[in-house]
């Protein structure tokens, strides 16, 4: 069974362009998350979308985004990059809904943005 | 909001040493708590967690923990650690909203 894929795996853009990144969840798996890991905030949850829909978004601005098709493959996209938005950007999926944590996140290996 | 604090940002310890890093949580709702482990240039890989229930938890690769609501910590202890250990852990919570909040992270350095 394939892992969490997450494409590409490094990436370098210029400040103000925008980036998509992509994660194809393990098969089966509706539930997909997004997390930002830097060395200085540590890891913080972006959003997770289940069917198609935001469930939950964390504290980040606008100009983060993200969708989610009908085959569970999710993308992030940020738009007006900055300096600070260099990162390693985690997703995970999972098979059960919202409301029910009783199983595992398996997380990809990330995209590492690095914005210049 | 929930909270997670990992005391310890790394800790040394020896081959075949027993370790345990520190976490403690804070939350006024339930809380379903998990430790991640994080190899170089890799993703995460769940090492265990606690729903409820038994309050001693066992995970992979030997590692387990205590979940102690009186202290609100979740410690997790090895009783002897081999050098492929070495990485970084983390500590997180999450209340049922799948979304998942994690402590700043211990690196784990065993040393022959």
């Known amino acids: 069974k394939a892992g969490v894929t997450q494409t590409p795996r490094y990436l370098i853009k210029t400040r103000g362009q925008q980036v998509t990144l992509s994660c194809s969840p393990i098969s089966g798996h509706r539930s997909v998350s997004w997390y930002q890991q830097t060395p200085g905030q540590g890891l913080q949850f972006l959003f997770e979308y289940f069917s198609e829909t935001q469930r939950n978004k964390g504290n980040f601005p606008g100009r983060f985004s993200g969708r989610q098709f009908s085959n569970s493959r999710s993308e992030m996209n940020v738009s007006t990059l900055e300096l600070g938005d260099s990162a390693l950007y985690l997703c995970?999926?999972?098979?059960?809904?919202?409301?029910?944590?009783?199983?595992?996140?398996?997380f990809g290996q990330g995209t590492r943005l690095t914005v210049v | 909001a929930q909270s997670v604090t990992q005391l310890d940002s790394q800790v040394p310890v020896f081959e075949e040493a027993p370790v345990e890093l520190r976490c403690n949580y804070s939350s006024s709702v339930s809380v379903y708590l998990f430790w991640y482990v994080q190899y170089p240039n890799q993703g995460l890989q769940l090492l265990l967690k606690?729903?409820?229930?038994?309050?001693l938890v066992k995970g992979i690769n030997g590692f387990e923990a205590e979940f102690n609501k009186s202290q609100t910590s979740f410690h997790l202890r090895k009783p002897s650690v081999h050098i492929s250990d070495t990485a970084e852990y983390f500590c997180a919570g999450d209340t049922g909203r799948r979304a998942l909040t994690f402590g700043s992270g211990t690196r784990l350095q065993v040393q022959p």
């Open positions: 995970a999926s999972s098979s059960l809904g919202p409301g029910s944590v009783d199983t595992e996140a398996f």
């Open positions: 606690y729903l409820s229930g038994s309050t």
